[in-house]
């Protein structure tokens, strides 16, 4: 599969929902661009999450290019589009590897939000660029949790090192680069427990996880990603302010946008976080992960109205 069909697939549903509705607006002489039609798109708009901000300013672009005027759909969908790529734009944003040495990856987030899957999903990416892996399992609080990523671990053949229950998660993490350093490894993936934003001490634990890896090998860890879960739309703003003041993230992996047809959340993101997102989990499965492209997000949502399906005219 290409990295636009699982955009495509992860974005199923938001699409769906967002094409059926803007459709709906037009018959096929197109309509008549007054308040009354802008009132309806802004609902539309809202209902993938998108935020109130953006989906303003997207309903101020088609008021000052169409108001008064009837229009047709694909004019409308182009306008729209323009003005959505503008709003999700970001520099590229790649992992930043070491230049030498075992390049370190920190991944953190409330509990539950996708990190031990997201782990696995890049441990199989970077595998595939002829990279070998080893895995930190820095969430010794729960004991499922550790073998959770050594079920991973053992299907994707990527070394794991893990510590007693209860143990100091950073120093499991010092293991893991220890190992990554002593195996000449090219990665090292931290996994952490889930903790909510609110709880100080696990905070300043992820603080303390954080600071050790950088003891170990100066200037690592190379990547802090937050992995956020789409199918709690907006609260993840909230998150990555919060994890960002603890461990400086440097990106966000947006787990679960398959799960919803909130998928405008990406949006709210963009605007309102200064973080690049630089992944999309797309689902359950190990190559279920795909590098977010602001371009083809955008022409993923509006699939449908870009390139009408057969007989239904456009
Ligand atoms: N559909 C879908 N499910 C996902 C995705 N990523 C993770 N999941 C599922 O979400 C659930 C939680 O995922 P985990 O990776 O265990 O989450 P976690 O953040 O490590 O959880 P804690 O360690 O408990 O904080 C699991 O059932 C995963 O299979 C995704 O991109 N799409
Ligand atoms: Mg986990």
């Keep these: 599969m290409g990295l636009f069909d699982k955009i495509k697939q992860g974005l199923a549903k938001t699409k769906n929902l967002l094409n059926t509705d803007i459709r709906d607006l037009f018959k096929s002489e197109g309509r008549l661009i007054d308040d009354a039609f802008l009132e309806e ?6 209902k993938t999450d998108m935020g109130v901000t953006a989906a303003q300013q997207e309903i101020e672009h088609v008021r000052v290019e169409f108001r008064g005027r009837i229009v047709e759909m694909k004019d409308v969908v182009a306008n729209l589009t323009k003005k959505l790529r503008e709003l999700v734009a970001q520099p590229e944003a790649p992992i930043r590897f070491a230049p030498s040495g075992p390049t370190v990856i920190m991944v ?9 899957t997201t782990i696995a999903k890049l441990t199989k990416m970077f595998q ?43 120093a499991v993490a010092h293991r893991a680069v220890s190992q ?27 603080t303390k996880i954080h600071s050790v890896i950088g003891k170990r090998v100066p200037g690592a860890p190379h990547e802090v990603l ?20 603890a461990v400086q993230c440097t990106g966000i992996v947006l787990a679960k946008i398959d799960g919803t047809a909130k998928g405008g959340v990406i949006v709210a ?38 390139k009408p399906k057969e007989g239904k005219g456009a």
């Design 128 to 170: 595939s660029q002829g990279k070998k892996v080893v895995l930190g399992a820095a969430d010794t609080f729960r004991a499922a949790a550790v073998e959770q990523l050594t079920i991973w671990a053992g299907r994707l053949g990527a070394e794991i090192v893990t510590g007693e229950a209860k143990s100091d998660p950073a």
């Design 180 to 206: 990554a350093i002593e195996t000449g490894a090219g990665v090292c993936i931290v996994d952490t427990a889930g903790r909510l934003q609110t709880q100080q001490n696990l905070m300043k634990e992820l």
């Design 108 to 116: 953190a987030g409330v509990n539950g939000a996708g990190k031990t």
């Design 41 to 46: 798109l802004f609902e539309i708009l809202i």
């Design 226 to 245: 937050l992995v956020l879960d789409a199918t709690t739309g907006q609260n993840g703003i909230s998150q990555a302010r919060s994890f960002t003041e």
């Design 269 to 306: 993101i963009r605007q309102q976080v200064g973080l690049p997102v630089k992944y999309l989990g797309v689902g359950e499965k190990a190559e279920d992960l795909t590098p977010f492209d602001p371009d083809q997000f955008v022409e993923a949502m509006f699939e449908d109205l870009i």
